[in-house]
């Protein structure tokens, strides 16, 4: 959700070579994000009174929205938007965990969600930045149904989130490493062919590159942000993580 919808279009065509149809009117004004005709992600606007932050939301599938909107405020959690029908596409709702990252529900229709991972411009993995993952990882669990499977790294607290053994998303407890303006919050990574050369793009567009180019676990990696300060981070991974 962002408050120049133009301007977006033109920074995210720019760099990742979307392009744009029309989403469900039910959102207000909305576009979904294309890739070889394939759809990658969603843009809408802002109400122009409501001066919030701009950020990309990661939507967790379920198969009954309603219901996993009563569990999360049974753990804990709470429920700001929905469950409310995007026309035929889907039904939705927006949530926070109970350390307050935002993400968003979503139960399927007519738009199943995020129809390619893998070429460059596509959302390959989503992690979520919290205080610890042990308290924050029963929440998910109890919501979702995944299977947590610890990462055994000295002074690491890494967990990787599972659906029938496939790793669907991960939990990163970096404690006071968070930052301050933004507190516990999911990140999503969108695959870049070249790393470097995709971040020297994001600030020749107008946007900044928080963190430069360095390895990591998941291959070369970046952290961004747009020009409205939705941060992202690019990845040029060496062994791709299997996605839902």
Known sequence: MVHGLDATQEFYGALFGWEFVPGPQQLGPYVRALLDGREVAGIGRLPPDRHLPVAWTTYLATDDADRSAETIRCC??????????????GRMAICADPAGAVFGLWQAKAHP?????????????????????????????AVFAYEAEPVVSAGDDYVTLCLDGRPVAALHGVGTGLPRDRGAHWMTYFEAGDVAAAA??????GGRVLRPPREDAAGRAALVAD??????ALVEPRDRPPTS
């Open 200 to 205: 020297q793009l994001v600030a020749e567009l």
């Open 76 to 89: 804990g959690g709470t429920v700001a938007v929905g469950p409310l029908d995007a026309g035929d596409a």
């Open 227 to 232: 020009p409205e300060g939705a941060v992202f």
């Open 113 to 141: 969600g995020t129809a390619t991972a893998g070429p460059a411009g596509t959302p390959v993995w989503n992690e979520l930045l919290t205080y610890e993952t042990r308290s924050v990882g029963k929440f998910y669990r």
